[in-house]
């Protein structure tokens, strides 16, 4: 069926391609990982400003860090959204109208807020900067949808737990940009009507303050009068409400048939590594298909090259319909990424073949190791030697962000990527 | 002195007149179909009896529509809302502002008030929920007391605070107790299993059970202990609360009656001799003490917590 609102493809010499290319949205948790995911490929990203964001651990940006980042991103024509996506308590209110004004100063495309208190304030005092929806309103259906159009929204977030069915029938119904999200950690609860955080460690889920209770592990019983029932047997793993990591990858080419505005990874605490895997991995995903749709395959080396940073199993969750018990973790919620971040280009000589490079993790002469990046096709090879700036030969690599260099046969690139095999 | 309303949830129709006697000034009832977490399942037709039994005592009757709801059902909405109309149901409690909008399009007098239990947490988005047409903002359960008269200083709707019994921490909309069990290989039968009563998730860490249930809305699970502060209730009734609820979900029908009963006391004396309440208010404590379920111990909520984030 043909959407009503938008124009998906043209046919172009014979050929269909798809006109409307959704955005690649990154997570992007300080400056140095705004500007591997731009760099990367994302057309956006979503960044924490100090307050009113819903990571309270991550390192968030000051004013000063926003303003940089968002000359960086501009320079790539990238979009930098900026999440204020608390519910606010009275003590938030005061401050609120400053912190809005210089997040528009400082250039920021859009902002990201569940909290009528953060919209209409933002409306009112910095009415340059875009509004969407966050996902902590857990938006389900698209009259809901038509309520926040009709507010002047111009762009919402869905619920978690919509299927692309779902997302179907909104995009009919109302003409309005969505984000949906399609890699990285989720909320198993509806998102903002969780508060297990708060019960169990009086921190405020809502606020930021979210320890992840739903992946520690509970005994279900059942009570019989006074006599409690283990819903267990010895050897099973113990209850726990944690859900897979989302991977959406084999469904892109139907969002993007569906019209979804832009397409979310999410993780701002995760590391540049693996911001620069998934972002380069999807960028790879939506170009091809959107070049030519019908012959569109998805790549096993893709599937491969995201694994390599994955630390937790991953599953499409509610996009095909309702998750089962193969989308939830019980027993390990987490393992060992099958790869290691090991180090960062900062600039190669030609002539000499010289790699500099900044160490992430211990590596030595005789180890594999694989570089990726943009301009790159991916490639392994054997470190030899390996020295320091001052051209003293190391045994290894052994201290993190050291300078060292080492010889590398193809061409490499400034924030190109080094990883090796755990 | 201005009283606050007493708001109970009943588990059945008859246990209104039990709860009129006992003293409730309202009810809440609904169905699971478009409602979360009540005390008892109340049919259309259980709904037009329950109204017509709750207004002959004056009691006020508020019908739950607060789901989260998905596409499949925004088109029955109307027909619902008419039907509450019909019948003279006093309000419509919601979350999903589907069913404001269709309030506004099927039944523009029905008045509103605004539960999503967990994100009312500051007076402006109270007063953004009342210019949209709401009546009452039901506050979050995470607030402390502080807060909750701030915002009640601040309000321009009426403000619901709950004041006694369980509070829900996590709904989601995934079937966790029926994958659990089909996890561990114990299929058969799972659509009756998952959907039994009683279940707890126990928490070795910090010793506790929390009750865990699933319905049409997803899992949900409950706080490990029931509020009670009948008697704290001196502040919020001079600062003007509107109303006072009592959630009975998970309850036995004569422990709800019976803290009904003990909570009008409170909240009278609280109001008129207020001497005389804070003579009386441990034993009316204690009194609830006595009843309480064995698994289930009593605290104060979040009203005299910090929470940081
Ligand atoms: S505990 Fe789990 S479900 Fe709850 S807010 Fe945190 S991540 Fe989400």
């Known amino acids: 069926m043909l959407l009503k609102n938008d124009k998906i493809s043209e046919i172009i010499d014979g050929k269909r391609v798809i006109v409307k290319k959704p955005e690649l949205l990154a997570p992007a948790g300080n400056l140095e990982k705004l500007k591997i995911a731009v760099h990367y490929g994302a057309d956006a990203v979503f960044i924490g400003g100090q307050e009113y964001s819903l990571r309270a651990n991550a390192d968030n940006f000051t004013i000063e860090e926003i303003k940089e980042g968002v000359q960086f991103a501009n320079q790539y024509g990238a979009k930098v959204y900026v999440t204020a996506n608390i519910y606010a308590h009275n003590e938030?209110?005061?401050?609120?109208?400053?912190?809005?004004?210089?997040?528009?100063?400082?250039?920021?495309?859009?902002?990201?807020?569940?909290?009528?208190?953060?919209?209409?304030?933002?409306?009112?005092?910095?009415?340059?900067?875009?509004?969407?929806?966050?996902?902590?309103?857990?938006?389900?259906?698209?009259?809901?949808?038509?309520?926040?159009?009709?507010?002047?929204?111009?762009?919402?977030?869905?619920?978690?737990?919509?299927?692309?069915?779902?997302?179907?029938?909104?995009?009919?119904?109302?003409?309005?940009?969505?984000?949906?999200?399609?890699?990285?950690?989720?909320?198993?609860?509806?998102?903002?009507?969780?508060?297990?955080?708060?019960?169990?460690?009086?921190?405020?889920?809502?606020?930021?303050?979210?320890?992840?209770?739903?992946?520690?592990?509970?005994?279900?019983?059942?009570?019989?009068?006074?006599?409690?029932?283990?819903l267990f047997d010895e050897n099973?793993?113990?209850?726990?409400?944690?859900?897979?990591?989302?991977?959406?990858?084999?469904?892109?080419?139907?969002?993007?048939?569906?019209?979804?505005?832009?397409?979310?990874?999410?993780?701002?605490?995760?590391?540049?590594?693996?911001?620069?895997?998934?972002?380069?991995?999807?960028?790879?995903?939506?170009?091809?298909?959107?070049?030519?749709?019908?012959?569109?395959?998805?790549?096993?080396e893709w599937i491969k090259e995201l694994d390599k940073c994955a630390n937790r199993d991953t599953a499409p969750s509610f996009f095909a319909g309702m998750p089962g018990y193969n989308d939830h973790m019980y027993g390990s919620h987490s393992r060992k990424t099958t790869h290691e971040f090991a180090g960062l280009v900062l600039d190669y000589d030609k002539e000499t073949q010289m790699v500099t490079l900044q160490q992430r993790n211990f590596f030595k002469p005789g180890d594999e190791v694989e570089f990726f990046g943009p301009e790159i096709e991916n490639f392994t090879q054997v470190v030899d030697k390996i020295w320091d700036e001052n051209g003293n030969e190391l045994d290894a690599a052994r201290h993190p962000l050291q300078i060292v260099k080492f010889k590398v046969e193809r061409e490499v690139f400034p924030y190109n990527m080094m990883r090796k095999e755990n | 002195m201005k009283k606050p309303e007493l708001l109970v949830t009943p588990t059945s129709v008859s246990h209104i007149h039990d709860l009129a006697n006992a003293g409730a000034d309202a009810v809440m009832i609904g169905e699971q179909r478009y409602g979360l977490r009540l005390a008892g399942e109340f049919s259309r037709a259980d709904v037009a009896e329950a109204v017509k039994a709750a207004h002959q005592y004056g009691m006020k009757v508020y019908v739950a529509m607060n789901a989260i709801f998905h596409n499949d059902k925004v088109d029955e909405l109307g027909d619902y809302i008419r039907f509450l109309a019909e019948v003279g149901a006093d309000a419509i409690v919601f979350g999903d502002p589907a069913v404001l909008m269709t309030v506004r399009e099927v039944a523009p007098h029905m008045k509103l008030h605004w539960n999503?239990?967990?994100?009312?947490?500051?007076?402006?988005?109270?007063?953004?929920?009342?210019?949209?047409?709401?009546?009452?903002?039901?506050?979050?359960?995470?607030?402390?007391?502080?807060?909750?008269?701030?915002?009640?200083?601040?309000?321009?709707?009426?403000?619901?605070?709950?004041?006694?019994?369980?509070?829900?921490?996590?709904?989601?909309?995934?079937?966790?107790?029926?994958?659990?069990?089909?996890?561990?290989?114990?299929?058969?039968?799972?659509?009756?299993?998952?959907?039994?009563?009683?279940?707890?998730?126990?928490?070795?860490?910090?010793?506790?059970?929390?009750?865990?249930?699933?319905?049409?809305?997803?899992?949900?699970?409950?706080?490990?202990?029931?509020?009670?502060?009948?008697?704290?209730?001196?502040?919020?009734?001079?600062?003007?609360?509107?109303?006072f609820k009592i959630d009975g979900v998970l309850h036995e029908q004569s422990y709800i009656t019976e803290v009904t009963k003990l909570y009008r006391r409170a909240v009278d004396l609280c109001a008129e001799n207020r001497a005389q309440y804070e003579k009386e208010k441990d034993e009316l404590l204690a009194k609830i003490e006595a009843i309480q379920p064995k698994h289930r111990p009593l605290d104060t909520g979040f009203f005299f917590k910090e929470t940081v984030y």
């Open chain 2, 116 to 243: 999503t239990e967990t994100t009312a947490t500051n007076w402006y988005t109270c007063n953004y929920w009342g210019r949209k047409g709401a009546k009452r903002a039901v506050l979050a359960r995470e607030l402390n007391m502080e807060a909750i008269l701030e915002i009640k200083k601040h309000a321009e709707v009426e403000i619901e605070v709950q004041v006694h019994g369980m509070t829900c921490m996590y709904q989601s909309k995934r079937s966790l107790i029926g994958n659990y069990f089909e996890y561990q290989g114990k299929v058969m039968e799972i659509e009756r299993k998952k959907y039994e009563k009683g279940m707890f998730l126990y928490d070795k860490e910090r010793d506790n059970k929390y009750p865990i249930f699933e319905d049409e809305n997803g899992t949900h699970i409950m706080s490990p202990n029931d509020i009670c502060i009948i008697d704290e209730l001196s502040e919020m009734v001079d600062a003007g609360i509107d109303s």
């Open chain 1, 236 to 300: 099973d793993a113990p209850f726990a409400m944690s859900a897979k990591d989302l991977n959406l990858i084999r469904a892109i080419p139907a969002m993007i048939e569906l019209g979804i505005d832009s397409l979310k990874i999410e993780g701002r605490m995760k590391s540049i590594h693996y911001v620069a895997t998934v972002v380069s991995v999807y960028r790879k995903v939506i170009d091809a298909y959107c070049a030519d749709p019908d012959h569109f395959v998805i790549r096993e």
């Open chain 1, 92 to 230: 938030n209110i005061p401050g609120l109208e400053e912190y809005l004004q210089a997040l528009e100063q400082a250039g920021v495309h859009g902002i990201i807020v569940a909290d009528p208190l953060i919209i209409e304030t933002a409306r009112r005092v910095a009415p340059k900067l875009e509004v969407h929806l966050s996902t902590q309103q857990s938006l389900a259906n698209w009259k809901a949808v038509q309520f926040w159009k009709e507010e002047g929204l111009e762009r919402v977030v869905l619920a978690r737990e919509t299927s692309a069915q779902e997302i179907r029938e909104i995009k009919e119904k109302v003409d309005i940009e969505i984000e949906a999200f399609i890699h990285g950690a989720m909320c198993s609860a509806y998102s903002g009507r969780c508060v297990l955080s708060n019960h169990m460690t009086a921190r405020d889920s809502n606020r930021g303050g979210c320890c992840q209770s739903c992946r520690w592990d509970y005994d279900l019983y059942k009570l019989e009068g006074d006599k409690e029932i283990p």
